[in-house]
C-alpha cells in the first residue's frame, strides 16, 4: 500500500504516555501512515519507599489472589522480586487474576499462568468475576501505582476480603515540553491527541495550567484508551471525540482510523 492510501497517511498523532512505553506506539502509528509526535506526559519510576513491597514479597504464600491491573504493576513486581533473588515459580501457589490483554501477556511472557480474565477491561469487571470465584476471607495483594483508583480494594473488601495495597511504581508528572505542547496546539499542528491513561489527562491538563489552549482544542481529535480515561477527560470539560472499544493501543488506534475515515468521507 502507498503511504498516502493509509488511513492516516499525513496525521500528526501526540503520543502522551511515558518515554518507556512510547516507542511501540509510534511504531505503530507509522505503520498506518501516521506522524508521531512524543511528547511523554508522565514518567514512570520505582516508588520513592519500597519497604511495603518488600514486605508483602516475604509473605506471598499468605495470599489466595494477587491481582495485576497493569503491564507496568507486573513490571516492577517482577523486578522486586529479582531484586529479592526469589524465582516467579513462587507465584504457583498463588492465583492470578489481571485487567488487561497486554497485562495478560506479560504474564505469560514470563511463563506466569493467570486465572482470571475478566471480558472487559476495567476493575468493575474483574469484581464481577471475582464474586463468583472469591471466598469471604481471602487475602488479596494488589501490587499497583501510586495513582490507581480506590475501586477495586474499596469493592475486594466489600467481599470480605483480607486487602493489601502495596505501590510498586509511580506515576510522575513529566514537566520537560510545556511550551512545546502549548505551540503544538496553538499553531494547529496536531490532529490528534491520545489519552492512554487518566494520568496522561490530569497531567495534560496540569502542564497546560497557565496558558490558553482551551482556545484552540476545539479542531484536535482527543481520544480515549477507555471509558474510564473518558470520564477523566470530562471531568475536565474536555469532550472526547472518540473512546475505544477495546481498551489497548490497537483498539485505540482502530477508532481514530474510524473516526478519522469518516470525517474525511464527509468533505468527499
Known amino acids: 500500500m502507498r503511504s498516502e492510501q493509509k488511513p492516516l497517511f499525513g496525521k500528526k498523532i501526540l503520543i502522551t504516555r511515558s518515554k518507556q ?58 523486578n522486586a522480586l529479582k531484586e529479592e533473588s526469589i524465582d516467579t515459580a513462587i507465584l504457583k501457589n498463588n492465583r492470578i487474576a489481571v485487567v488487561g490483554r497486554k497485562t495478560l501477556e506479560v504474564l505469560e511472557d514470563a511463563g506466569i499462568k493467570v486465572d482470571l480474565v475478566p471480558t472487559e477491561f476495567v476493575a468493575e469487571a474483574l469484581i464481577d468475576e471475582l464474586k463468583q ?50 505551540e503544538l496546539i496553538k499553531n494547529k499542528q496536531i490532529d490528534v491527541v491520545t489519552f492512554t491513561s487518566s494520568s496522561t489527562v490530569h497531567h495534560f491538563v496540569q502542564l497546560l495550567e497557565g496558558t490558553d489552549w482551551r482556545n484552540y482544542i476545539d479542531s484536535i481529535i482527543l481520544a480515549a484508551i477507555g471509558p474510564i480515561t473518558a470520564e477523566t477527560l470530562e471531568h475536565y470539560h474536555l469532550i472526547p471525540t472518540v473512546t475505544a472499544e477495546q481498551y489497548t493501543i490497537n483498539g485505540l488506534l482502530h477508532s481514530i482510523v474510524e473516526i478519522i475515515a469518516k470525517g474525511d468521507s464527509d468533505y468527499e
Not at 29 to 35: F, S
Not at 159 to 178: M, Q
Open 21 to 78: 512505553q512510547a516507542a511501540s506506539f509510534s511504531n505503530k502509528v507509522q505503520e498506518l501512515g501516521g506522524i508521531p509526535i512524543q511528547i511523554p506526559l508522565i514518567s514512570i519510576q520505582q516508588p520513592s519507599t519500597i519497604r511495603p513491597v518488600t514486605q508483602a514479597i516475604s509473605k506471598l504464600d499468605t495470599f489466595h489472589w494477587i491481582i495485576f491491573t497493569s503491564t507496568n504493576g507486573v513490571k516492577f513486581f517482577l
Open 133 to 182: 470465584q472469591m471466598k469471604e476471607g481471602e487475602a488479596v495483594l494488589l501490587p499497583r501505582g501510586n495513582l490507581a483508583r480506590d475501586v477495586l480494594p474499596n469493592e475486594l473488601r466489600k467481599l470480605g476480603a483480607s486487602v493489601t495495597d502495596i505501590v510498586v511504581y509511580e506515576t510522575v508528572l513529566y514537566d520537560g515540553h510545556k511550551q512545546e505542547l502549548y
